[in-house]
């Protein structure tokens, strides 16, 4: 009962062009990033960019950047769609592909910043930004 109440309020709020189905699989994956650049030092009232490179290609696609952050420092995690999980009539292309995602961090800062990337099951990429 609650499936089909949830696909009536799907069909009646996005349309079905949108694709509301509660039957398809939750594509979403985490996605490697392969390098992250950030600034060694900077001023207290500074903002400051991170670039992030995100490996991509085969079935993956990219889809989002949550961060969350205190004065001293962001755990990020880079979302994407894996249009083969949950699938077997997919057949994805074998190549790679790096794109890069900047993200900008405003003051307020500790003395240092660290920015911890989440990487699924493989250890995070971890940079410290001093604030002097």
Not at 53 to 72: H, K, P
Not at 83 to 92: E, L, M, N
């Amino acid at each position: 009962m609650k499936t089909v109440l949830y696909a009536s309020v799907c069909f009646a709020i996005l349309g079905t062009s949108q694709g509301c189905n509660p039957f398809e699989p939750d594509q979403s994956v985490i996605l490697d990033v392969s390098r992250l650049d950030v600034p060694a030092t900077i001023a207290p009232a500074n903002s400051f960019g991170a670039v992030l490179t995100v490996t991509l290609g085969g079935c993956l696609s990219f889809d989002r950047i949550d961060v969350v952050r205190s004065a001293s420092d962001a755990n990020v995690t880079v979302w994407g769609k894996d249009a083969a999980k949950g699938r077997s009539d997919v057949i994805c292309p074998q190549n790679i592909i790096s794109e890069t995602h900047s993200l900008q961090f405003n003051p307020p800062f500790a003395n240092a910043f660290t920015i911890t990337v989440n990487q699924g099951r493989v250890p995070p990429l971890v940079a410290t930004v001093q604030v002097q």
